[in-house]
């Protein structure tokens, strides 16, 4: 799980009881959508939005998530597209159980199932909690995006563990989704745009026709989010799509932007 972008509370977040000082309640799709998060340490924001409108998903559909944090994308995607079952791994077992309580808030408890394990349990042959490997139709992920050494860690332990990883653990990531994901499976995440290279180099032998979405701050700024999606089995050419810009010259989000952050609406990448 990442993010660098704050929280999107898109309404004022409502009054509500029972929420400890520790904790934020976040608006997300218009308010639709009410997110407990912590007060210090990962927090979710228009990232994981756009992860969740780019799952190329149908109603009834089986999906996985690798890195569910507290359930943003999860729950965006389940808003987005009804009747999916959504499978999260979560190792920190403060944000596995946020994440289900959030899909409860959010009345989506039943088609939301989160497992507090690691990513690379997901690999074991003998892990009888573990999905089947090739058990569902498309997998996500919002994984780490700094490599331990490149970066200052943050002084919150569960925010540098989201932010910060190995230098293999992308693979792993990767790894993971394409052993769980049936042939033809599509399996996609968000990165930094200047890490594309290590990001395809982990795609390639697993999956084919790739597409690569830039998301640009502004019209004439680089790209500073990628997200990639790719098909398991096949052997179909890269793709680079137009991407996405953010916000216009007056600050605010495109109109594109915010039918997503706003409406829930798909961004098609196929």
Known sequence: MQETSPAFPLVPPAASAAIPPSLTEDGFLNGRLRILQPE??????????????????????????????????????????????????????????????????????????????????????????????????HAFANPPYFEDGKS???????????????????????????ALVESRGTATLIYRAEALPKVLATFEGRFGDITVAPLFPRDGLAATRIIIQGVKGSRAPIQLLPGLVLHGNDGKFTAPAEAILRDGAAWRMR
């Open 152 to 178: 200052t860690p943050s002084p919150v332990a569960l925010k540098a563990g989201a932010h910060n990883s190995a230098t293999e653990d992308l693979d792993l990531w990767v790894k993971a989704m394409h």
């Open 40 to 137: 210090k340490g990962y927090r979710a924001g228009i990232d994981a939005v756009f992860l969740a409108a780019s799952i190329p998903c149908a109603e009834g559909d089986r999906i996985f998530e690798a890195g569910t944090g507290t359930g943003v994308a999860a729950l965006c995607l389940a808003f987005r597209v009804p009747g999916l079952q959504i499978t999260g791994i979560e190792v920190a077992a403060r944000y596995a159980m946020l994440a289900e309580e959030n899909a409860r808030r959010n009345e989506c408890g039943a088609g939301i199932k989160v497992i507090h394990a690691d990513i690379k349990d997901a690999l074991r042959r003998d892990a009888a909690h573990m999905p089947a490997a090739g058990s569902f139709a």
